[in-house]
């Protein structure tokens, strides 16, 4: 049995995206700038995505602005509010607890000159919200928080945070919370998502540009995509990503109740069946994800385990997970967890491909494989 439990890193791209990717590379392969009808039928194309993309957020065709992943669509984000809007404040407020794709961009405005400020979470990695009032000031012009937690599921109150936010811009790196949760009444002005988090595919992301908000151009030149992002399109993945976007928000309510079934099936079972674990997602948390330390074991270990019998996990973010001297979660050092309690934690995370006949499968191994691991420690 397969069981892919590590839909937080990526999905598997629905079929239905690899062919419409495939019909796209074969048949229209013109360049969408081309005045001839080959390049009229690719544009098309990416017209039809556009649309399925702005839909799915409540915006219009002109506000969405195509990337290459989630991690450039936070580094326009980012680079591009910080640098425009320069003269107007120096301070951008972020959490302790954001994507890399954010953190590293932040570190680079500091050595800029910019002063960012990190606001702290929970336990359950709940932002600290009199904390993030105290800090947006006069001199804010950039707030950055993602609305859904990767390693823990968390669901941020973006909505709440933009009523708050004075002149500043919201900014939300919504990857993870793209498909899961309602952002079209987020009221963020911008928004990062990424295509290979909904089964479509990696190497494409977009990026929502509340109308009004001017960038400086990410990438100079040809000036596609209303000269913010200069660069021939890449057709099949904007296609494939529109397709994925149909598909994934065209059944949306199912597709979450059955994350949502998965990972209550798996949490209860664990909680009931292992003793010593701790729940490090919240209960209102994204049906996508569910954290959990197993005491006494080390969650690289359980990994390996796991993965010989077929059941495919990740000990934090995948991004940071397999880079040495990276390896204790920057989130769950936030959230307060002691060396320990990160050491043995796993993050399950689910998409609706999963079963319950697969949870059951999932329980009975992951509790052998700790029961083994307490009684033997480390045995590999
Ligand atoms: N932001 C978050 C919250 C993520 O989880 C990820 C990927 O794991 C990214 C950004 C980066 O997205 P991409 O892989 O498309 O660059």
Redesign the pocket.
């Given at each position: 049995m397969l069981v892919y439990l590590d839909n937080?890193?990526t999905t598997r791209q629905y079929d239905q995206v690899t062919e419409s990717m495939t019909k796209v590379m074969k048949d229209y392969y013109g360049n969408p700038s081309s005045l001839h009808t080959l390049g009229y039928e690719a544009e098309k194309l990416v017209k039809k995505a556009r649309k399925s993309i702005a839909q799915s957020l409540g915006a219009s065709d002109d506000e969405i602005i195509f990337t290459s992943?989630?991690?450039?669509s936070?580094n326009t984000a980012l680079y591009g509010i910080a640098h425009s809007r320069r003269r107007q404040g120096n301070k951008i407020i972020t959490s302790k607890v954001?994507?890399p794709?954010?953190l590293e961009a932040c570190k680079v405005l500091e050595k800029e000159g910019f002063h960012v400020e990190y606001i702290g979470v929970d336990k359950k990695c709940r932002l600290d919200m009199d904390a993030l009032k105290r800090a947006i000031d006069d001199d804010t012009i950039l707030v950055s928080i993602?609305s859904?937690?990767?390693e823990t599921g968390t669901i941020m109150p973006i909505e709440e945070i933009a009523g708050m936010k004075k002149n500043a811009i919201l900014h939300t790196?919504a990857?993870?919370g793209y498909g899961k949760v309602d952002l079209k009444n987020c009221r963020a002005d911008m928004i990062?998502v990424?295509a290979?988090?909904i089964h479509g595919p990696?190497g494409m992301?977009a990026l929502y540009v509340k109308k009004g908000i001017n960038l400086p151009p990410y990438m100079a030149g040809g000036g596609q995509e209303r000269g913010y992002r200069s660069g021939t399109e890449n057709v099949p993945g904007i296609v494939g990503f529109g397709r994925a976007v149909e598909l994934a928000f065209g059944d949306f309510k199912r597709r979450v109740n059955s994350m949502s079934a998965s990972r209550k099936y798996l949490l209860d079972g664990i909680s009931s069946n292992i003793k010593d674990v701790i729940v490090n997602s919240p209960a209102d948390g994204a049906a996508s994800v569910l954290n959990i330390s197993f005491l006494g074991t080390r969650g690289e270990v359980l990994l390996h385990t796991l993965e010989q019998d077929g059941i495919f996990v990740s000990t934090g973010?995948?991004?940071s997970s397999n880079k040495k001297g990276k390896g204790q979660s920057h989130v769950l050092g936030a959230m307060g967890l002691k060396p320990k309690e990160i050491e043995g934690a796993i993050r399950f995370s689910f998409s609706e491909f999963n079963t319950i006949d697969e949870m059951d499968y999932v329980l009975d191994k992951v509790e052998k494989a700790v029961t083994r691991f307490r009684r033997l420690g480390s045995f590999r």
């Open positions: 937080s890193a992943c989630g991690t450039e936070d954001e994507h794709a954010v993602m859904v937690n990767n790196d990857v993870q990062s990424s290979h988090k990696k992301g973010s995948a991004c």
